[in-house]
Structure formats: C-alpha cells, structure tokens
C-alpha cells in the first residue's frame, strides 16, 4: 500500500479511540505492514521514556507496542502533563519545554504547532508505511482554534482516511456521529463512522445504522461490542478508578500522582488494589502492600499525607511488618530529607520526609529521562536476570546505609531498602513488573502475582474482537488498500 495516515477521530473522550487505534495498529502488523501510531496532542501523566532519551504518553507505547515497533518521541510530538486547573508541564518531542498556563499554550501551538506535528508526521512516514493515528477528546470542538489531535496540517489530506467513533453504551450514538461529521471543519475527509461498545445484538441497531449512513453519506464500517475486561495500560486517570478492590493492596492516591500505570501489574493480577484518600486512612490497617507511587508535586502531595493522618497509619503498617513500596516521587516522601535549593518544587528549600528509609533527596533544575537496566543485589532477594525499567525525575536521591535495592547497568547504586527489607524504594518506573519482586512480595504476604505474556496475549485478543466486527472490504477500500 502506498504511504496513509488513519485518523481515529471520536465523538468524545472515553468513547474507545485508544482502544480502536491499538487494534488498528496491531492487525496491520499482523498483515506484514509497517505501521506506527501516532498522536499529535495529549494529556496525560501517565508517561514512558523511550530510547531517544524523551517521553511520550503510555497510551502511544501500548499502541507502538502493538505495532511492534520502537515507541519514539515523534509519535506523541506534544505531551501535557496537568499540574494545576490552569496549567500544564509541555513537553515537546520528549523534551519538557515549561510549565503553562492555558492562555500561554494557546499562544506557543499558534506559533510552533503545525510545525511541530508536520515534523513528525513527515519523520515517521519516511519510516513507516501507516500511521494509526489517533485524536483527542471530541472531533468537532468547534471553539478551538488549534486543534492539532484531530485536524493535521493540510498537507497531509491526500495521505489520510479519517473516521469518527461512537459510544453506544453511553446513548445518544447516532446524534453523536451525526452532530461529529456535521461540525468537522472538513466534512468531506471524514471516510466512515465505527459504532463503539455495543452490548445488544447488531440486528438490533442495524435500521439506525443505515439511516445514519445515509444522513451522513458516510459508510458504517464497524459495529465493535462492549469488551468488558479490556485489561491493558490505560491513557487517563479516570479510568483507574473503575478497578476491582482488594484492602491487602493499597495505593496512596494523593492528588499529584502521575505514572500511575506502576499499579497496571496489581491490577492485571486480579489482585485488584484498594485507593487510599485523607477519608479513609485507616483502611491501611487491612494491608499487606501498600505503594506510594509517583507525583507530580511532591511536596504538596506529602503535605496531602501528613494532613489527613495517612503518615500515622503508614508508620503503624510498617511497623506491624506491611511491605511499604515508594517509587520515583513515592521514593523521596519516604526518606528522610528533600532538599530544593533552587526551588524546583516548593518556595521552600528544606522538607522534613517520612522518615522510613535511610535516603536523602536533592532536586535539581535538570530533569533526568532515561531507560534503565537493573539488577536486585540485596541480602533479602536477588535478580536473575536484568530487567528494564525507565526513570522519569528531578530529584537525586541517595541512600545512606543498608543494601541497596538495584543495581544499574552502570553498576551504580540505586535504591533503598529497609533494615527488615520491607520498605523499598526506588527511582525506576515499572518496578512492580518485576518477576523477582513479585515473588518476593508474594512468598511474605500471600498475594499471588503472576504477570507472565499478558500484554501480549490482551492484544492480540482484543484486536481478534475488535476487527471480527469491521466490514474489512469497505474499510480497506475506504483507506485506499
């Protein structure tokens, strides 16, 4: 096929585009394509480092994932990490620019976001044969002069097929699809309509089906049903919340959390985990494991833990012999000291930490985004083989006694354990991937984890359920194949 770009546009947020764009990505390479996905605009702190030392959103990795190939920093050129109502840390092709308000954003994507999203369109279709590219939120956000997630750069429109997914499962799908073409600053690009997560019979909701093709001229070329246990990494937060709960496994879910899908293995393991809020802290009392994972603000977030008491049932958990788990930001709040002398976080240069590892913090102005290699050498368990992790920080942070909890592939230190070793931190993201810490936890608690080819039985699964609904001979007529 010659040189596409397939845009999946949605109706709104949660309607299934990631979803729908994973499975795209991995039939095609199940064809023998070279593809790629590819979102111009996200929001998310839900992050990865990729090997050209940037980061991009995890939704773009699971989805470069299925492709099977490299995720890069060009398939997801502008990344927004929330940090207040009103601003946002931008990081543009994997490297953080600022942080922004709404109306400073708006005014550096009028300036440099075309240019931005042609540049890295262009880089992977020299590379690529498909782009499976996704949008953001709604299709027709009429208000918005910049739109870059779901409108590309018009040099790209003889390349691209476009369609739009709805949500049945939320009602109102046919005026959604409707009222999505019609408002589409370029009706005319839009190629078909996907109906999403439909739980009845399709018979039932064919006559809609062909009434909407009509009023909109636009082929329905997919009616995909509702996939209850879709178990893969998820793009937003609020989809974590919607997760089976299980008191032994706790998560401090401070307001500031970010890469939060260190918990995805807890969760994939039917385990389940139970969040943590300043409401109910003592439900701590009922867990075995407890992890604090990363923050975007860390010292409002151990602020957060010290005023609803979370500190004091921490304490009395370690105490009784609960593993506590600390990672990146997690990490730093359970040492003793941070120190912010340029005041990277706070107004303020000396912060007071948990105390329950032997481990002082210092940030820097310098942001450390790196992939790593590591190796458990402790007294308490040891690695077998090496693993790899990724490392998304500010802060040093450096342990002052005990073992160590890693070893890098630079055969420095890394970590901190306690003196009984089950307080555990760490700077490396997808540490509770582990096979070796899985273990571990699970010979001292109980909790069973087993995480084995999980991704990639789950998309291959869920792309064998997504494309068995598609009519693949107008879809591929519909995108030129």
């Given at each position: 096929m010659r040189k596409r770009i397939i845009h999946i546009l949605g109706t709104a947020s949660g309607v299934g585009k990631s979803t729908i764009t994973t499975a795209l990505c991995r039939h095609f390479s199940n064809l023998g394509v070279s593809v790629a996905p590819f979102k111009a605009v996200n929001m998310s702190r839900n992050s990865i480092a990729t090997k050209q030392g940037g980061e991009i959103a995890r939704a773009q990795w699971l989805q470069a994932v299925a492709a099977r190939t490299t995720p890069r920093d060009e398939m997801n050129p502008i990344l927004l990490k929330p940090e207040t109502d009103d601003s946002s840390m931008l990081i543009v092709n994997g490297v953080t620019v600022d942080s922004m308000s709404v109306s400073k954003y708006s005014k550096y994507l009028k300036k440099n976001g075309q240019k931005i999203v042609s540049n890295a369109l262009r880089t992977l279709l020299e590379e690529y044969e498909l782009i499976i590219a996704e949008g953001m939120g709604a299709a027709a956000e009429i208000n918005m002069e910049q739109d870059l997630a779901n409108r590309f750069p018009k040099e790209f429109a003889k390349e691209k097929a476009a369609f739009i997914v709805g949500d049945i499962d939320r009602g109102g799908v046919f005026a959604a699809l409707y009222g999505s073409k019609k408002l589409y600053p370029d009706e005319e690009s839009i190629s078909g309509l996907i109906v999403n997560k439909v739980r009845s019979n399709t018979k039932l909701i064919k006559s809609g089906i062909d009434k909407l093709s009509r009023l909109t001229e636009s082929k329905v070329v997919a009616s995909v049903p509702y996939i209850e246990d879709i178990s893969l990494p998820k793009e937003d937060i609020l989809?974590?919340?919607?997760?089976?709960?299980?008191?032994?496994?706790?998560?401090?879910?401070?307001?500031?959390?970010?890469?939060?899908?260190?918990?995805?293995?807890?969760?994939?393991?039917?385990?389940?985990?139970?969040?943590?809020?300043?409401?109910?802290?003592?439900?701590?009392?009922?867990?075995?494991?407890?992890?604090?994972?990363?923050?975007?603000?860390?010292?409002?977030?151990?602020?957060?833990?010290?005023?609803?008491?979370?500190?004091?049932?921490?304490?009395?958990?370690?105490?009784?012999?609960?593993?506590?788990?600390?990672?990146?930001?997690?990490?730093?709040?359970?040492?003793?000291?941070?120190?912010?002398?340029?005041?990277?976080?706070?107004?303020?240069?000396?912060?007071?930490?948990?105390?329950?590892?032997?481990?002082?913090?210092?940030?820097?102005?310098?942001?450390?985004?790196?992939?790593?290699?590591?190796?458990?050498?402790?007294?308490?368990?040891?690695?077998?083989?090496?693993?790899?992790?990724?490392?998304?920080?500010?802060?040093?942070?450096?342990?002052?006694?005990?073992?160590?909890?890693?070893?890098?592939?630079?055969?420095?230190?890394?970590?901190?354990?306690?003196?009984?070793?089950?307080?555990?931190?760490?700077?490396?993201?997808?540490?509770?991937?582990?096979?070796?810490?899985?273990?571990?936890?699970?010979?001292?608690?109980?909790?069973?984890?087993?995480?084995?080819?999980?991704?990639?039985?789950?998309?291959?699964?869920?792309?064998?359920?997504?494309?068995?609904?598609?009519?693949?001979?107008?879809?591929?007529?519909?995108?030129?194949?």
């Open positions: 989809d974590y919340a919607l997760i089976h709960s299980n008191n032994k496994i706790a998560v401090i879910r401070y307001p500031g959390m970010e890469n939060y899908s260190d918990i995805d293995s807890l969760i994939y393991s039917a385990n389940g985990v139970n969040y943590i809020y300043g409401s109910n802290a003592n439900e701590l009392n009922d867990a075995s494991l407890i992890i604090l994972p990363g923050s975007k603000k860390v010292i409002k977030d151990l602020e957060y833990i010290r005023r609803f008491g979370i500190d004091l049932m921490l304490y009395n958990a370690a105490a009784r012999g609960a593993f506590v788990i600390g990672i990146c930001g997690g990490y730093q709040m359970l040492g003793k000291i941070i120190n912010d002398p340029k005041c990277v976080e706070s107004r303020k240069k000396f912060f007071k930490g948990l105390g329950l590892l032997d481990s002082d913090t210092c940030y820097s102005d310098k942001k450390v985004v790196r992939l790593t290699e590591y190796k458990f050498t402790n007294k308490f368990f040891y690695g077998t083989i090496a693993s790899k992790g990724y490392e998304i920080r500010y802060g040093n942070t450096k342990s002052n006694s005990g073992p160590c909890a890693n070893l890098l592939k630079d055969n420095s230190s890394e970590g901190s354990l306690s003196e009984n070793g089950k307080v555990i931190g760490t700077n490396i993201h997808g540490i509770m991937e582990n096979s070796d810490l899985l273990r571990y936890i699970s010979l001292n608690t109980g909790i069973k984890f087993d995480k084995s080819e999980m991704l990639e039985n789950k998309i291959e699964d869920i792309t064998k359920r997504v494309m068995a609904s598609f009519d693949l001979r107008t879809f591929y007529e519909l995108i030129g194949m």
